[in-house]
């Protein structure tokens, strides 16, 4: 069993129908660019050099976001068959990058400054803290990219360090994952229950240095917050 990050807080997840006002308010865009310079080598050589830009209701850019090129997994043929899931991929394991152009907040409701993060895969700890306090259990970690360098897995509890202090809080800043059984040939930004706004991407996937028969869809929150 992999470990899982102890965090502190529980997480409530908004009961809210979906806000109609909400549709349209965001727009997407992938464009030709280069992984940001504030990033490692180390990680930089991961993504690729496609940024999925992300812009409110003025056209304003929030955020561009990279994701790898290919990630590995460990998968039997019976699971690749029936759908990948982040589960296959070892927690900790970075999942891309991103620039928020702008102030934002993570799942949370706590702020991250403008400036550039690594994205790394997080498990919600199983327990009776945490069980049904948000729609689903993985999430990604922000980490601010000056504090990581190396690209390489980590312990958990490491992650969770690293991500909270470059918040400068208790709690690491996450942003929720959503299920992507069926990703498209090029992201979607989609609308979910409970105010969530996801942005539905794939990456592809290698096992044992062989590329996988079928990509890993990602499904990110952008916009959407517990309610605590």
């Given at each position: 069993?992999?470990?899982?990050?102890?965090?502190?807080?529980?997480?409530?997840?908004?009961?809210?129908?979906?806000?109609?006002?909400?549709?349209?308010?965001?727009?997407?865009?992938?464009?030709?660019?280069?992984?940001?310079?504030?990033?490692?080598?180390?990680?930089r050589k991961l993504l690729a050099d496609n940024a999925v830009q992300f812009r409110d209701a003025k056209g304003d850019l929030v955020?561009?976001?990279?994701?790898?090129?290919?990630?590995?997994?460990?998968?039997?043929?019976?699971?690749?068959?029936?759908?990948?899931?982040?589960?296959?991929?070892?927690?900790?394991?970075?999942?891309?990058?991103?620039?928020?152009?702008?102030?934002?907040?993570?799942?949370?409701?706590?702020?991250?400054?403008?400036?550039?993060?690594?994205?790394?895969?997080?498990?919600?700890?199983?327990?009776?803290?945490?069980?049904?306090?948000?729609?689903?259990?993985?999430?990604?970690?922000?980490?601010?990219?000056?504090?990581?360098?190396?690209?390489?897995?980590?312990?958990?509890?490491?992650?969770?360090?690293?991500?909270?202090?470059?918040l400068g809080t208790s709690h690491p800043g996450v942003l929720l994952l959503f299920p992507n059984t069926k990703p498209g040939a090029?992201?979607?930004?989609?609308?979910?229950?409970?105010?969530?706004?996801?942005?539905?991407?794939?990456?592809?996937?290698?096992?044992?240095?062989?590329?996988?028969?079928?990509?890993?869809?990602?499904?990110?929150?952008?916009?959407?917050?517990?309610?605590?």
């Amino acid at each position: 069993m992999r470990p899982s990050l102890r965090w502190a807080a529980v997480l409530v997840v908004l009961t809210a129908p979906l806000a109609p006002a909400q549709e349209g308010q965001y727009t997407i865009k992938t464009e030709k660019a280069e992984p940001p310079k504030e990033l490692s080598d180390a990680v930089r050589k991961l993504l690729a050099d496609n940024a999925v830009q992300f812009r409110d209701a003025k056209g304003d850019l929030v955020a561009a976001l990279w994701f790898r090129k290919e990630v590995p997994a460990d998968a039997t043929p019976e699971q690749v068959k029936n759908g990948l899931t982040y589960r296959e991929l070892k927690e900790t394991t970075v999942l891309g990058a991103v620039r928020f152009d702008q102030p934002w907040t993570d799942y949370r409701k706590q702020k991250i400054k403008a400036g550039v993060y690594t994205l790394r895969l997080g498990f919600q700890p199983m327990d009776g803290d945490h069980m049904g306090t948000a729609p689903y259990p993985d999430f990604v970690l922000v980490v601010s990219a000056a504090a990581d360098k190396n690209a390489d897995v980590v312990e958990p509890k490491t992650l969770q360090e690293m991500s909270a202090k470059t918040l400068g809080t208790s709690h690491p800043g996450v942003l929720l994952l959503f299920p992507n059984t069926k990703p498209g040939a090029a992201p979607q930004l989609v609308s979910q229950p409970n105010n969530h706004l996801v942005l539905n991407t794939k990456e592809e996937v290698t096992i044992n240095g062989q590329k996988a028969a079928a990509p890993l869809g990602i499904g990110l929150v952008l916009v959407g917050h517990t309610a605590e």
